[in-house]
């Protein structure tokens, strides 16, 4: 176990998590713009981007890039100098650091050394967009980018189809139209947003069904960030029902066929049964090529 008092001085530095604007820049705190201006060092995803903000706000802390490609070397650095007692402030390219943002393993790395992570409140795109769909913010699900490849993508989308609370996903405006039709072929026609641009000048909310927005968008072109809001299904499953949520549509298959001992076609007929689909569309998802 472990306890975090945030505020209590120690001789180790604190990683501060520090939202920036997701487009409009009067949405940067006064605490925001203190402590990047106080920390020893600010972590960013793109110094190139970084720059143009930090610069806009006179700051000059000294800027390290953090992304994929350098995350092992960089997480080295950043617990280094945390432990000879610098804060670091860690910033993503926009919004919430750490949310769908390799942010994430710096925050984690911190953690296992048993150093503070201290987050400031801040802009955050899917909660901008989840408040504003008019959907339900009783119980929600934060998804974010689901798979590129079309079957790993299907699987997600057939395992996220049974689960009450509304559902938040990033997605580019150029999958948008085939997200949006998975989603028809899996989920049914549900209600549905898309929330586009939020705090920008050409901010857009699409609320309907997932039949009227696929038909009022079809000849329309998509620009700019996008997140989905999506309703969750009424027909409620509860969750320990869902033993096979964690299963590929394969590893569903395998495990009627090797723990039960059934043969394929009956197997695959199960699993149809457990996720609300047809047979034949997890006979697709498992024999036709990518």
């Known amino acids: 176990m472990q306890i975090q008092k945030s ?11 520090i939202p920036t604007p997701i487009g409009n820049l009067e949405d940067m705190t006064f605490r925001a713009v203190r402590m990047l201006k106080e920390v020893s060092m600010i972590a960013a995803e793109d110094t190139r981007h970084s720059k143009k903000l930090l610069s806009h706000f006179d700051i000059h802390t000294p800027l390290i890039s953090y992304h994929e490609h350098s995350k092992q070397s960089r997480i080295d650095l ?6 000879k007692g610098e804060d670091i402030g860690l910033i993503s390219d926009a919004g919430m650091p750490a949310i769908s943002d390799p942010g994430y393993d710096v925050v984690r790395a911190a953690i296992e050394e048993n ?11 899917a909660l901008c967009a989840l408040v504003s769909s008019g959907l339900s913010t009783d119980e929600y699900l934060f998804y974010g980018f689901l798979p590129r490849k079309k079957k790993d993508r299907e699987e997600e989308v057939t395992r996220l189809a049974k689960l009450k609370g509304t559902q938040i996903f990033y997605e580019s405006p150029y999958r948008l139209k085939d997200t949006l039709s998975e989603f028809m072929k899996i989920y049914g026609d549900r209600q549905v947003v898309i929330a586009r641009e939020i705090t920008k000048l050409y901010e857009e909310f699409i609320r309907g069904s997932l039949a009227e927005v696929i038909e009022g968008i079809k000849d329309l072109e998509i620009k700019g ?14 969750v320990e029902d869902l033993w096979w949520r964690h ?13 039960k001992e059934l043969q394929n076609k009956a197997a695959m007929k199960e699993v149809a049964n457990d996720r609300g689909m047809s047979r034949r569309d997890i006979y697709q998802i498992i024999h036709v090529k990518k």
């Open 7 to 17: 505020y209590e001085k120690t001789e180790q530095g604190v990683l501060y998590l």
């Open 225 to 238: 960030e996008c997140c989905l809001i999506v309703e969750g299904t009424s027909n409620h499953v509860e």
């Open 78 to 83: 950043l617990i280094e100098k945390l432990e």
């Open 247 to 259: 299963l590929s549509i394969p590893e569903h298959v395998s495990y009627y066929e090797e723990k």
């Open 115 to 125: 150093l503070k992570v201290v987050t400031l409140p801040g802009a955050n795109a």
